[in-house]
């Protein structure tokens, strides 16, 4: 264990020692303050008080569990806001990389279709040009979609 764990776990002992002398003392004490002959009257006197003093360390111990509830959720919305904002900040950059990478593809194609075009048979020159057309369409989509974000 570790000391603060101990600590922590001595200090709740002696909450609880406290608490059972509480309940067991006081209510002796505060019956015997009243002048009662019947032992009877005594004893429900005294359970009268322990369960007043029952509720009121139940109402102490829900209201600090109550408490430390609070906080953890404060804690937890908080950590979910940064989660979130990192999301944020992984998708752009995510967005950004897809982008680079199209980019590079559409490059390779163009630059070997260039290479290509110098090709003795037609057919290859021929693919090479419709390549280029198409490398074309797919090079303007991507400049429209990045133009329309800078809007």
Known sequence: MTLVLR??????FAILLTAILVLWR???????????????????????????????????????GLYYTWRRVNIAEGDLKATQKTI?????VAQKNLQVVQRGQIT?????????????KIEIRLGRIYALERISIESNLLSAGRHSKLE
């Open 26 to 64: 006081i209510p002796i004490y505060q019956v015997s303050q009243y002048p009662i002959n019947n032992a009877m009257e005594q004893a429900t006197l005294e359970n009268q008080f322990r369960t007043t003093l029952a509720q009121i360390f139940g109402g102490v111990a829900i209201g600090i």
């Open 88 to 92: 944020e900040v992984t998708q752009t």
């Open 108 to 120: 390779e194609r163009f630059t070997r279709a260039i290479d290509q075009l110098g090709s003795k």
């Open 7 to 12: 600590q922590l776990v001595w200090i709740g």
